[in-house]
Structures are given as structure tokens and as C-alpha cells.
């Protein structure tokens, strides 16, 4: 058994969905989603009994191309995330109607096809074709299925699009040119280059534009907004919980191995950068009057801070940057969850018409108050264990920019629970809100779930991803 | 054994929440109200056990459950620690709790929501419980975090009013800004240690031979930031006042007797680490004495009756801080007791006049009320007895010895703490001869409906004015049993020595008088001249200052809240316009070239000769020139 079967899985799902016409889409989605969760689990198994998972395979003689798929603890974790997220994501929609579902519902499951395959391609092309894949089922997801203004939609989703798309050309540059000096994409062949100052530096850059724009980092990240808000919220849980953390991924697994002199070097410009992201992502939150876009700059400013801990180098920061990710990633869903159920009965996202819904579910308000809380990084749960190791790795390089950084944990407080108090308390509003559905509460539950349990106990979790973090620590101090 | 009762002290309220959120409606009131009250006293009984053994045995018990968070330098353990220090806080923590829990039966009985009322509470003593016998500063941090939640839950129980969620959220945020202080002086514990864990940071300080004092001054300072948000000190305490929003058993608990002590369990946990930072402990005594100051003259002035309480809280935490800052953490310690009784005494009692007289709370329309309400009146002239520092109350005890430390350290922080004692004893006597006496000044409606609290509110009354009364046995001058219990925690009480001299005999003579010359102030004016405090429009002068706490809320609000929202907007509106046209931008100037670059293409032979002739022309002269 290797990882190549998660990927046949997903994508066999894809075109199974797609033959099953409308009616059934949803339900094989689900199926082969929560297959593809449940293999990957029986593989992380394996994983930790210390088998061999990996594929590797010639896949194209001239240029040399190999199908490689590296399952390390890193990936693991990315790939567990994806493939436990995409049927949660799926069942979330369960109960909307969408037109010509079976496309919709294929599309989904090809793009956690894409994003898997990026997290486990260990060869820069494969990676680079993977990477561009995922981009567009969610450049059609959100131009179809989307809401608001057909011309509005069209514009922010052909931006995000073209956008990201140029970003990562440059990253493609980069390989090509690492593949004159190495004759090969794959990883450790590109890791024995030798390479100076100056080049790595161009090929920092290089991967740079393609994640800061991805993740995104201020200031590229004008895209985030108006696409989280105008995609479907299936399509927003997809990029905001998974396709995000393709960047920070990236940015540990490609970038700063590749290229650790240039890392080293400009260290503190980026990690400041990430921290800027942080404050100017919470004061712009502050005013927004759209929940799904509160929460997309929510998002910028959680994204900056694990940007901050992968660029401090440290084993910390890059293990916080992972742990936080991955609770982001369950967090966030769980958030854009909330903003489309308020959605189903009152048919707006704008925090000023909500309020008083409390007095009339109270279990409801309790998920969303939890899920609030995490985000806001409460101990005990998740989101806690990654914050604060990312904010001690941080305290590591400069005090200072524990404190800049930290500021979320007041600025985040502060947006998040305005929005929480005018959306959710109240007299009680005049509008129904019937209470939530058992699909609805179910999700809701795994989600909160999830982030207590590993809240409380994240060694699983740390004891995976440390090991191979640990190697890319070494790539990063290798001398060449 | 003793982990498996750790554990049922531990989670025996949390358990109490959890079938209260989730059956609580099912079960109805009664039930839900016995399960609530249960459930912390079961943590009680639990706590007098742990008591009772490490008073024989003397040894702390420590219990490590697993592996919580792994740094690379250290790993975090989820543990507990039960020793002196914990279990004497877990014994009011509980003790009051029970009470405050039984209180609450009859307090909340109308409200349609009581089964969350009492699931709010359960979690918070969870928390409390955590935060206390967390082994290391990170569960601790659970613990810390966990009631700053139940306070913001609790202060906005009734969440249909905006302002209460307002000042909810007020009390979160204030909090967090203390937490982000907690968590740098976490970092810089954990760098210079590499342990978040007591006993082996104790170790680890006590064995230093070079500490870099720079960055252990700087964690110390750090800490206290947190201890200032949690613990309601300037510049962090305007959370406080406004947190009365909260229905009273709250305020009695939460905000008078438990919660707001958490500062100073924290330094007196770390005295090791404290004592070594002198620079940091004078400015806590400074900041302490200062606060107890301000809040009192804010307190000499207000007109609801909670809102004299919560201010009265803020000062008196104020001279807790001061005896921490002058290294008599036992001192602190004792007055965080006798406060946690003759306060929420205090504070239950003012609900007790509330709940007669259906929800006011402007003591400005009471009055007399002494005839009809005679168990409430006794027992909160008792606790006010108390914390006047009449002699032989418990009150007297602890801020006497407060007083002691301050002058034997530095008179002017005695003169402050000693004007802020008269003016406590003006205050509190202002608000019971306000309440209690003269003639009743609300409504007819409300004068017919007057009675005494059922007893299910009267019975804690009167078990906390006892305790109110005679809590200061626990240290009594020259020999106190609370020091020989807190020794293996402050080692420097072993060699401490108990004299009462002269100048002791007139610090105290001092005080009681000064403590009579309040009440006595408060008498003439308020009984003698039958005094009513005026209209909110026609206070003027230093008063209206006094009345609007100095502008503290406005002042903050011009300089942080404002600021903030405005630079929102301007990022929101302006920036986020601007760098979103920068990337439209990029794409209309490749869009221009690749336009301007068509009219090239137009099909005329002749252009194209003509670029032809000019390309060759340039290739040859480069060729002949590169030669």
C-alpha cells in the first residue's frame, strides 16, 4: 500500500461523481471522501509501524520527470487534513441545492485530489502540475456556483485566478532553472545543488511571489476577500481551509530548504512581513460588515502568524506553524459553516441585519461561541498548542516580535467577538431562525471536537510531524 | 488515590456543567439547582480532605497525567500540584462557592435561564479549580483563560441588553491585554529555564549561579501586566466596575472573592522569582497603593450600591498588591481571605436589598431599610465593620498588618494606603446609612412588597458575616497560624519574628482611629445632616470628576478605542481600494502594451520592409561593433 491510492481514490471519485448524475452526486462525493479519509488513516498506520508508503516512478525520460510521492510526517499531516476536511466540506453541503451538482461535486473532489497530490509530490514538476491543478476547479466552483453579482463574481474570480497563476510562473522559472543545474526535479536531487548566494536568493524570490500570493501575505493579498465571499461557502471552506495551507506547506517543504542562505539572510524582513499581516489583517476585520469577509481577513491575519513561525527557522516555529495550520484549517470551515447556516434562514451575510438569534438556538450559539473561542486561541483548545508555540518560537528571534505578533490574541478577541455580540445577541430578532439541523450540528460537533481533543493532547500529532521537520531543519543548516 | 480525588475535585463541577448545558431543561429547576450546588460541594469536601491530610503530613502532592505541549527546549506536562498555597485557595475557592451556588437557588429562581446560570458557574469553579492547582504557569494559563470566558459568559448572562454584552466583551478584551502579558513572561521564563513547572523553576532560580537579571526583571514585569488585567489594577481595572452588569452572585463570586485574587495566587506562587526582581516588586506596591487610592475616591461618590462594591473591590485588591510589592506575600494572602468573606458577604447582601426591592440598585432610592431586612442588615454591617478595620473584626487583622508592612517599608505608601482606609470606612458606612437608614425613598409600590430574603439567601449571609467576623483568628499578631501554614511555601517566614512593640501599638491606634473617623464622617453627614446624594445633572466640581471616574472610559476610549476603529475604515476603505486597483492596474498596462503592440501588426507591407531594414541594421552594426 502506498499513498498513490489516495489519489486514485479522490479522483476515481471525481469522474464517479460526475457519472452519477445529479441526484447522487452528493452522496458518492461523500463516499468516496470519507473513503479517501479513512484510507489515509489506515496508511498513517502503516506510516507509524514504519513502512515505506512512498511511490516513486519514472514518469517522463526527457525532461527527467519522476511521479514521486514522498509520504513523510509533514505530508502526512497536510494529507490527513485534506482528506478529513473534503467529506466534512462535502457534508456541509448536504441540504443546498445546486444546479448541475454532479459537476460540482466532481470538481470538489478533483480539487482535494490536486491539493493532495501537492502535498505529497515530491518532484518539483509533479508538484508544480499538482499545484496549478487544484486552481481550477476552484476557479470554476466560484464562478458558477458563487452568489452575488454574475459580473462582480466574474471579475474578483478571473482576478484571484490569473492572479495566482502568475505568482506561481515564477515559481516554474525556478525549477526549470534548478533542473538545468540537476538534470532532475526531484527534491533531494535539487537539495545537493550547490548553490550560491545570488541564485538562491532570485530562487527565494522566485518562490516567494507564488506563496505570499497563495497564503496570501500582505500586501498581495487583495484577491482574499472578495473571492471568500463570493465563492460558494463549499468553495470558501476549500480555499480557505486547505488550499491556505498549500502555501505555508510550501513555504516549509520547497522554499526554505531550497533556498536557506537567501532564508537566513532576509529572515526578519519576512517574518515581519508575516506580523504586519497579523495587525492589518485584525484592524481591517474590525470594520468589516460581511461575516464571510470578516473571516477572510481573519484568515490573513491567523495566515501572517504562521507565516512568521516558518520564516523563524526554528523547529518550534516550524512545528507551531503545522500545528496551527491544521487547527486553522478546522477552525475556519467550522466559522464559514456557521456564516452559511445563518445563511440558509435569513439569506444574509451582513453582520448589521443578524442579532437576537441566541435566545432562539441556544445550541447553535453555543457551537458558534466555541468555535469563536478557538480562533481566539482559548487553552484548551487547538488553536492554543499552535498559537503558542508559533508566539514562543517568536519570542526566540525577538521579544519584540512576540509582542507584535501576540497582539492577535487582543485584536482577535476584540473583532471576534463584536461580531459574535451583534450577530448572535440581542433582543430577540422578529425573523425565525429554525434551530440546527442534525447534519448541521453533527459537522459542527466533529469539527469542535477535533480541536478540543487535540487541544488537550496534540502529541499525536507533534510525535508525527516533529521527525521530518526535524530533517528539513537539517537541509536548512546544511553547509554547502 | 489521591489522584482519583484530584480528579473528582476537579471535575466534579465540570461535570455539575456539563449535565446542566446538556439535560439542564429536561431535568427542571430543582434538580438542575441541587446538581449545581452539589457538584462544588462535593470539590468542597474534597478540598477539606486534601486540607486536613496535608496538615499532618506537610507534603505536597503532585500529580502529572500526560504530555500536554512540547517545546523544543522543554515539554509541558498536564499536572496538578495540591500544596499549602493551592489548597488553602481551593478552600474558599470552593467553600465560597458552595454558598454562593446555594444563594444563587433562591437568587436566579425566576430566571427562565437558570439551568445555564448555574452551568456558567459550574464551569467557572472548574476553571478556578484548574487555574489553582495547575502544576505549571500553562495549565495554570487554562485555568486563567477558562474564567476570563465564565466572567465575559456570566457578565452577559442577560444578553438581550447590548450594554451588559458590551461590558462583557469590555471585561474579555481588558483581560486579554493582561493575558498577552502573561504569555511574554511565560516566553522568557521558558527561554532562561526551559521548565514552565514551579517546583523545578524554583529549583532551577534558587540554583542559578549567574541569572541575567535584565530578562528575569523583565518576566517579573511581564507577569505582573497579567496579574494587572486579571486582578482589576491600573492601568487594567476599568473592566471591573462594569462588570457588575452580571447578575449578583456573579459579582459576589466571580468578581469580589475568586476570580479577581487570581493575581495575586499567581505572584505569590512565583515569590521566588519575585523576590529577586526589587525594581518590579516597588512598582507593584506603588501601583497597588495608587489603585487603592483612586478607586476609593471613586467610591466616595457613586450611587449604585454595586458600583461602591466594585470599586471598593478594586482598592481593596489595591492593598493586596501593595503588601505583595513589599514582599509579604502571607500578609496579601491573608487579606485575600478576609476580603473573599466580609466582600461576598457584602456583595450578597446588597443583593439580598436588590432582590426586595426588585432589581434597583441606586441607593439614592432606598433607605431604611434596616426595620424590614434585619438579617441582611446585621450581617452586612457586620462585613462593613470588617472592612472598616474595626478591631476584632477579621478585616481589622489583615489590613492592620498591611498598614504594619507598609510603614516599616516606606511612609508615604503608608500615608496613601492609611487615607484610603479612612475613606473605605467613609464609603461603606455612606452606603449603609444610605441603604439602611432614614426613611424609604422609593416607591409606594415598593414599600408595600419590603421583606426580609428567603433563607436560602440569609443562611450564607449569615455564615460568611461569622466568617467575616472571625476570620482573623487565622493570624492573629505575634501568633499566627496562617504563616506556620504557608511556611514551606515562603521560607522567609520560618525566620520572620512576631514582636509587637510600640510603634505596632500606635500604627494600630492609628488605623482604628482613622477607620472611626470615616465612619464617623459618614454618620454626620448621612445621618445627622440626613444628607441624599444628588441628582446625577447636579453634581459639579471635583465630585462630577470623582462621579465620572475620572474620565478613565473616556479617556481610553479617545486614545485606544477610537484610534483604532478610525484606522479600520482607512484601512478598509483607502489601502484595500488602493493595492486592489495596484493589481487591476498591472493587468490594464499589459492590457495597454498588448493593444498599442496590435497597431504595429496592421498589415502594411511597407512598415514591416521598414522594421526589417531597421532590425538587419542594427544586428550588423552590433555584429561589426562587438568585433
Known amino acids: 500500500m502506498n499513498v498513490s ?3 486514485i481514490i479522490l479522483l476515481v471519485g471525481a469522474f464517479a461523481t460526475f457519472l452519477a448524475g445529479d441526484k447522487l452526486a452528493s452522496k458518492v462525493a461523500f463516499f468516496f471522501g470519507l473513503a479517501a479519509a479513512g484510507c489515509s488513516i489506515v496508511l498513517l498506520n502503516h506510516y507509524n509501524l514504519g513502512e515505506n508508503i512512498s511511490f516513486i516512478n519514472q514518469w517522463i525520460t526527457q525532461p527527467n520527470i519522476s511521479f514521486a ?9 497536510m494529507l490527513l487534513l485534506t ?3 473534503t467529506p466534512i466540506i462535502i457534508f456541509s453541503s448536504f441540504g443546498n441545492d445546486y444546479k448541475n451538482s454532479k459537476s460540482f461535486y466532481a470538481l470538489i473532489l478533483f480539487m482535494s485530489f490536486a491539493m493532495a497530490g501537492t502535498f505529497l509530490a515530491s518532484d518539483g514538476l509533479l508538484y508544480y502540475i499538482f499545484w496549478e491543478l487544484s486552481l481550477i476547479p476552484i476557479y470554476f466552483i466560484a464562478l458558477i456556483w458563487g452568489n452575488g453579482d454574475a459580473e462582480e463574481r466574474k471579475k474578483a474570480v478571473v482576478k484571484f485566478f490569473i492572479y495566482t497563476l502568475a505568482g506561481s510562473l515564477f515559481m516554474l522559472v525556478a525549477f526549470v532553472y534548478m533542473y538545468q543545474k540537476a538534470g532532475s526535479f526531484l527534491l533531494e536531487d535539487l537539495y545537493k545543488l550547490n548553490l550560491t548566494a545570488t541564485e538562491q536568493l532570485w530562487i527565494f524570490l522566485a518562490f516567494f511571489l507564488a506563496y505570499a500570493i497563495k497564503i496570501p501575505l500582505i500586501p498581495f493579498h487583495t484577491w482574499q476577500a472578495n473571492v471568500y465571499q463570493k465563492a460558494p461557502t463549499v468553495g470558501t471552506m476549500l480555499l480557505s481551509g486547505i488550499m491556505l495551507k498549500m502555501g505555508l506547506y510550501s513555504v516549509i517543504r520547497w522554499q526554505l530548504p531550497l533556498a536557506p542562505l537567501a532564508a537566513k539572510e532576509y529572515m526578519y524582513i519576512f517574518i515581519g512581513l508575516g506580523i504586519a499581516g497579523v495587525i492589518y489583517g485584525s484592524i481591517v476585520a474590525l470594520k468589516q460588515k460581511d461575516l464571510k469577509k470578516l473571516l477572510a481577513y481573519s484568515s490573513l491575519a491567523h495566515v501572517g502568524l504562521i507565516a512568521a513561525g516558518t520564516y523563524t527557522l526554528t523547529l518550534d516555529g516550524l512545528r507551531g506553524a503545522v500545528l496551527q495550520m491544521i487547527a486553522h484549517g478546522f477552525v475556519v470551515v467550522g466559522l464559514f459553516y456557521v456564516a452559511e447556516i445563518i445563511f440558509r434562514r435569513y439569506e444574509t451575510r451582513a453582520i448589521a441585519e443578524m442579532g ?11 457551537m458558534f461561541l466555541i468555535l469563536v473561542l478557538a480562533s481566539v486561541a482559548l487553552p484548551s483548545t487547538f488553536n492554543f498548542v499552535g498559537e503558542f508555540t508559533v508566539l514562543y518560537s517568536l519570542s526566540q528571534i525577538n521579544i519584540w516580535f512576540a509582542i507584535l505578533g501576540g497582539t492577535t490574541i487582543i485584536l482577535g478577541a476584540y473583532y471576534m467577538l463584536k461580531m459574535f455580540q451583534h450577530a448572535m445577541l440581542g433582543e430577540t430578532n422578529t425573523k425565525i431562525f429554525a434551530d440546527v439541523t442534525f447534519n448541521e450540528g453533527a459537522t459542527l460537533v466533529i469539527i469542535i471536537a477535533v480541536l478540543f481533543f487535540f487541544g488537550m493532547y496534540p502529541k499525536p500529532i507533534i510525535d508525527l510531524i516533529t521527525p521530518s521537520l526535524q530533517e528539513i531543519l537539517t537541509q536548512i543548516n546544511r553547509i554547502n | 488515590m489521591d489522584t482519583n480525588l484530584a480528579l473528582v475535585l476537579l471535575f466534579a463541577p465540570f461535570l455539575g456543567f456539563l449535565i446542566n448545558v446538556f439535560f439542564g431543561k429536561t431535568l427542571g429547576k430543582s434538580l438542575s439547582e441541587i446538581i449545581g450546588t452539589l457538584s462544588v460541594a462535593v470539590s468542597f469536601a474534597v478540598t477539606i480532605y486534601f486540607f486536613l491530610q496535608i496538615n499532618q503530613t506537610k507534603q505536597a502532592i503532585n500529580i502529572d497525567l500526560f504530555d500536554w505541549i512540547q517545546i523544543s527546549n522543554f515539554k509541558v506536562s ?6 499549602q498555597l493551592s489548597i488553602l485557595w481551593l478552600l474558599f475557592v470552593t467553600g465560597i462557592g458552595s454558598l454562593i451556588h446555594l444563594y444563587s437557588i433562591s437568587y436566579m429562581h425566576d430566571d427562565e435561564k437558570m439551568h445555564t446560570f448555574f452551568a456558567y458557574l459550574n464551569l467557572f469553579v472548574f476553571f478556578m479549580i484548574t ?4 502544576s505549571n504557569l500553562l495549565v495554570m494559563f487554562i485555568g486563567w483563560e477558562g474564567v476570563g470566558l465564565c466572567s465575559y459568559l456570566l457578565i452577559g448572562f442577560w444578553y438581550k441588553n447590548q450594554e451588559y454584552n458590551d461590558a462583557a466583551k469590555k471585561a474579555f478584551i481588558m483581560n486579554r491585554i493582561g493575558d498577552l502579558g502573561l504569555l511574554i513572561g511565560i516566553f522568557i521564563l521558558g527561554h532562561l529555564f526551559s521548565t514552565l513547572d514551579y517546583a523545578t523553576l524554583k529549583t532551577a532560580i534558587a540554583g542559578a549561579t549567574d541569572l541575567n537579571m535584565y530578562w528575569l526583571s523583565a518576566a517579573a514585569f511581564a507577569l505582573f501586566i497579567g496579574a494587572c488585567g486579571k486582578s482589576a489594577q491600573i492601568p487594567l481595572y476599568t473592566w471591573l466596575p462594569d462588570a457588575m452588569a452580571g447578575p449578583t452572585p456573579v459579582s459576589a463570586l466571580i468578581h469580589a472573592a475568586t476570580m479577581v485574587t487570581a493575581g495575586i495566587f ?10 529577586l526582581t526589587p525594581d518590579v516588586q516597588s512598582i507593584i506596591a506603588v501601583v497597588g497603593a495608587v489603585t487603592a487610592l483612586v478607586a476609593a475616591t471613586i467610591g466616595l461618590v457613586q450611587n449604585d450600591i454595586k458600583k461602591v462594591l466594585a470599586y471598593s473591590t478594586v482598592s481593596q485588591l489595591g492593598l493586596m498588591f501593595l503588601a505583595l510589592g513589599l514582599g509579604a506575600y502571607e500578609v496579601a494572602v491573608f487579606h485575600v481571605i478576609t476580603h473573599a468573606f466580609f466582600k461576598a458577604c457584602l456583595f450578597l447582601g446588597s443583593g439580598s436589598v436588590i432582590h426586595a426591592l426588585h432589581g434597583e440598585q441606586d441607593m439614592r432610592k432606598m433607605g431604611g431599610l434596616k426595620k424590614a431586612m434585619p438579617i441582611t442588615f446585621i450581617t452586612m454591617l457586620i462585613a462593613s465593620l470588617a472592612i472598616s478595620g474595626v478591631p476584632l473584626f477579621s478585616g481589622f487583622f489583615s489590613k492592620d498588618e498591611i498598614l504594619l508592612v507598609a510603614f516599616h517599608h516606606n511612609i508615604p505608601l503608608w500615608v496613601v494606603a492609611s487615607v484610603a482606609s479612612i475613606m473605605t470606612a467613609f464609603y461603606m458606612f455612606r452606603l449603609m446609612f444610605l441603604t439602611f437608614f432614614q426613611e424609604f425613598r422609593g416607591t409606594e409600590e415598593q414599600k408595600h412588597h419590603l421583606h426580609e430574603s428567603p433563607s436560602l439567601i440569609t443562611f450564607p449571609l449569615i455564615v460568611l458575616a461569622i466568617l467575616a467576623t472571625i476570620g482573623g483568628l487565622i493570624s492573629l499578631p505575634g501568633h499566627s497560624w496562617l504563616n506556620e501554614y504557608l511556611t514551606p511555601i515562603l521560607p522567609k517566614l520560618a525566620s520572620a519574628e512576631h514582636h509587637l512593640g510600640t510603634t505596632e501599638y500606635m500604627l494600630m491606634a492609628i488605623a482604628v482611629v482613622g477607620g472611626l473617623v470615616g465612619i464617623g464622617l459618614a454618620y454626620a453627614k448621612y445621618i445627622k445632616q440626613n444628607t441624599v446624594p444628588t441628582e446625577d445633572s447636579e453634581i459639579t466640581g471635583f465630585s462630577k470628576v470623582l462621579y465620572n471616574k475620572y474620565y478613565v472610559d473616556e479617556i481610553y476610549d479617545a486614545i485606544f478605542v477610537k484610534p483604532i476603529n478610525v484606522l479600520s475604515l482607512f484601512f478598509r476603505d483607502t489601502i484595500e ?9 498591472l493587468g490594464k498596462v499589459t492590457n495597454e502594451i498588448s493593444f498599442q503592440g496590435k497597431k504595429i501588426q496592421n498589415g502594411s507591407i511597407g512598415l514591416y520592409l521598414l522594421v526589417f531594414v531597421l532590425g538587419l541594421c542594427a544586428i550588423v552594426s552590433y555584429l561589426f561593433l562587438a568585433q
Not at chain 1, 437576537?356 to 453555543?366: A, C, D, L, V
Not at chain 2, 487555574?131 to 495547575?134: A, D, N, P, R, T
Not at chain 2, 499567581?266 to 523576590?275: A, E, G, P
Request: cysteine-free; glycine content about 10%; charged content about 15%.
Open chain 1, 5 to 7: 491510492l489516495i489519489l
Open chain 1, 69 to 77: 510521492l514522498k509520504a513523510d510526517g509533514l505530508s502526512m499531516a
Open chain 1, 83 to 85: 482528506t478529513v476536511l
Open chain 1, 356 to 366: 437576537g438569534i441566541r435566545s432562539q438556538t441556544p445550541k447553535f450559539t453555543s
Open chain 2, 78 to 83: 498536564f499536572g496538578f500540584l495540591l500544596d
Open chain 2, 131 to 134: 487555574l489553582v492547582i495547575g
Open chain 2, 266 to 275: 499567581m505572584i505569590t506562587r512565583l515569590n521566588f522569582l519575585f523576590d
Open chain 2, 577 to 585: 481600494t488602493a493595492l486592489s486597483s495596484l493589481v487591476f492596474g
